[in-house]
């Protein structure tokens, strides 16, 4: 019952996205005339412009200081209304007589398994929380701070809990949202799969826009989504997912065939939403404005240098608008507005406690000593575990792209590259060799999800190669078709329940909660034994000490959550969590940052009239606290 | 002999196929103990789903 009731909040939820978005698509079906670009073009527009009208209604309201959910529900309910009401006597296109191909088995069995493993990772991400290490340590939390303040502002945490306040954040604005639906962070992950979905259409259509067949594009843009670590995004609040979606969507419309106004205003936006997923979301919007410029010049013949300068005046602003406030807020406050990052810019230094060398020992220290090519190869080719505990998982180190990526993706980039200029195809051979070349010296290479833009290439390269190959010999384009529909088969076996122990999934799924064998239970759900111990309106405090700050929230997000450091002392503690009104004080095992040890696992001990343990077993304990 | 573009690509195709066997024989057949175990781990783990 409890798994029915999160299956209909799910329902309800992906009603909300779709009326969003039909409003939108209406609307420019409406305009069709202006758009001209087809229905991917359409479609996509609609999903982009209905992410945008949630992340632009909930930063502004957050930073006025009046976010609450009734109004944000309201404003976008009234928008979606608005543009319904607006569309409702528009030009209804004539129906197209549909031309009946003959069926392709193939394409055929390939989506049947995309929609298998889409619908495997949906009952998943609704089943369990959201579920990544970096959620747990400040994306949820930073959308828990931004509902419960009503604003968003900076925060007063514990430093190893900075990226609250210094990390870009689009994820967590739509996890704002997804709470205002349920009031609940069950389902807090859920827009993943809508984002997943956007990049699905995103990438064929710019596989379709650099000159694939159709079933090039089909393939290409399937098989590049059984990247495992893409698929467990869709488990996670990360921002990596909306980066590599909005990527592509970027890319898409910057590569259209169809130019004109519409068409910058949505390279525009998708920049901007791409600017607030991550700080490096600017080396990928360079790539973006890059294809525009080759595809303006390709496509648009004796296109004048003012001409382009105004077009790409118009996409950065719109860019910068949507998608600045993070590096200005990080510029006001750090000085940086990379900051925790160490960039350089236009030949301006800025510094950050993390260079790209300490970014790299931080992520795999093994690997960060090792020569990029040698480095590569050895992720690529997925030769180890995660440090012994998996293989895939949201934050694989030493794999993650799948063997797709490896067996076809590899030679495909490289003879897609060669195929695009011999035929003279310059904006795929531009867009293939920018990507290739960022991802080659990004030093996020190193980690394959901070690296996902390369999946987009990776869909192109092979849609290119199966439109050659089937112009050139068919039998062999069933060859390759029949061995891609192998491997993602392979790895969706491999890789399914690869993160979650298969008895967690089997009790989660088909047994009640007294039924469970708990000793078999992921830490995820073991986690609900602390959240939910949580009296409403409590105060829990937690120093340095403690990494993971999402389960001390109880899931309506009802109690407050408060950083008070152990270093001055008990008695000054105690003062402070006495002005604070602390009710419960979270102690972590042990020390996880890089400040001084916590005192409060001394302080229970010596001190244990004033505390009573409430509950353990996630990364340490709850104690209420008495005065 | 003057290349042509057709023959280049046929060339091209012909090498594209031998790469996909070479990079085939280095994911699945060249060792990496550490990662066939993982995988053995998550095919076995299926039926465990059916069960009970």
Redesign the interface.
């Given at each position: 019952m409890v798994l029915l009731k999160y299956f209909l909040e799910a329902a309800l939820s992906a009603c909300a996205y779709g009326i969003i978005c039909f409003g939108w698509w209406r609307t420019l079906q409406h305009r069709r005339n202006a758009s001209g670009g087809g229905a991917n073009f359409t479609l996509l527009l609609a999903g982009a412009l209905m992410w945008t009208q949630i992340f632009c209604v909930i930063l502004v309201l957050g930073l006025a200081g009046i976010l609450y959910g009734s109004l944000v529900l309201c404003i976008n309910a009234g928008i979606t209304v608005t543009l319904l009401w607006l569309a409702r006597r528009g030009p209804r296109e004539p129906r197209k007589p549909s031309v009946r191909n003959p069926i392709d088995w193939l394409s055929v069995a390939l989506v049947a398994l995309g929609g298998i493993a889409f619908a495997w990772f949906a009952v998943l991400n609704i089943a369990y929380p959201t579920g990544a290490y970096d959620d747990f340590v400040y994306h949820v939390p930073t959308a828990a701070y931004f509902v419960q303040s009503h604003s968003i502002q900076i925060f007063h945490v514990a430093p190893v809990q900075d990226g609250i306040n210094s990390a870009a954040k689009l994820g967590e604005l739509f996890s704002v949202w997804q709470f205002f639906l349920t009031l609940s962070d069950r389902l807090i992950d859920f827009w993943a799969l809508g984002l997943f979905v956007q990049y699905l259409i995103a990438v064929y259509g710019l596989c379709r826009e650099l000159g694939s067949s159709a079933r090039g594009a089909l393939f290409g843009t399937v098989l590049s989504a059984f990247a495992p670590v893409l698929l467990f995004q869709t488990l996670s609040s990360q921002n990596d997912l909306p980066m590599c979606a909005f990527f592509a969507t970027a890319l898409r419309f910057a590569v259209a065939s169809s130019r004109g106004w519409l068409q910058r205003i949505a390279v525009g936006i998708s920049s901007g939403l791409l600017l607030s997923s991550k700080l490096s979301g600017g080396v990928l919007v360079a790539i973006v404005i890059a294809g525009f410029v080759v595809a303006e010049a390709g496509r648009t013949r004796r296109v004048g240098f003012g001409e382009m300068a105004k077009s790409i005046a118009v996409i950065a602003l719109i860019a910068a608008v949507l998608g600045g406030w993070w590096y200005v807020r990080n510029y006001r406050v750090y000085r940086s507005p990379f900051y925790p990052f160490e960039a350089k810019l236009a030949g301006i230094r800025f510094p950050g406690p993390i260079s790209n060398s300490a970014e790299m020992f931080m992520l795999n220290p093994e690997y960060s000593a090792l020569p990029v090519p040698v480095r590569l190869w050895r992720l690529w080719?997925?030769?180890?575990?995660h440090y012994?505990l998996?293989?895939y998982n949201s934050d694989s180190a030493?794999?993650g792209f799948g063997?797709v990526c490896?067996?076809?993706g590899?030679?495909?980039l490289?003879?897609a590259f060669?195929?695009s200029l011999?035929d003279r195809n310059w904006v795929a051979a531009s867009v293939l060799l920018m990507i290739a070349g960022v991802y080659l010296a990004f030093a996020g290479n190193i980690s394959p999800r901070l690296s996902l833009f390369i999946l987009p290439a990776v869909a192109v390269a092979i849609a290119l190669?199966l439109t050659?190959?089937d112009q050139?010999?068919a039998p062999?384009g069933v060859v390759?078709r029949l061995?891609g529909i192998g491997l993602v088969s392979y790895t969706f076996?491999?890789?399914?329940?690869?993160p979650l122990n298969?008895?967690s999934?089997?009790d989660q799924l088909f047994k009640s909660p007294q039924e469970k064998d708990l000793a078999h239970d992921t830490f995820l759900t073991a986690f609900s034994a602390v959240r939910t111990a949580i009296p409403a309106r409590a105060a829990v405090a937690y120093d340095q000490s403690t990494l993971f700050l999402w389960p001390l929230w109880r899931p309506d997000w009802n109690n407050e959550v408060q950083f008070v450091p152990t270093t001055a002392g008990w008695e000054a503690w105690r003062v402070r969590a006495a002005s604070l009104g602390i009710t419960h004080v979270a102690v972590g095992r042990s020390a996880t940052s890089n400040t001084r040890a916590s005192n409060m696992v001394e302080w229970v001990r010596l001190h244990g009239e004033h505390f009573q343990l409430v509950a353990k077993g996630w990364s340490g304990a709850l104690y209420a606290y008495h005065q | 002999m003057r290349i042509t573009?057709d023959r280049?690509?046929?060339l091209?195709?012909a090498?594209?196929?031998a790469?996909?066997l070479?990079?085939?024989w280095?994911?699945?057949l060249?060792p990496?103990p550490?990662?066939w175990?993982?995988?053995i781990r998550?095919?076995k783990?299926?039926p465990?789903?059916?069960?009970?």
């Open positions: 080719r997925e030769e180890k575990s012994g998996w293989l030493y794999a063997p490896f067996v076809l590899l030679p495909s490289a003879m060669a195929f011999l190669m050659a190959i050139a010999s062999f390759v061995l076996l491999a890789a399914a329940m690869s298969p008895v999934i089997r | 573009s280049l690509k046929t091209l195709l090498l594209y196929g790469a996909i070479v990079t085939l280095f994911y699945f060249v990496a550490e990662r175990p993982f995988v998550a095919l783990s299926w465990i789903l059916f069960q009970g």
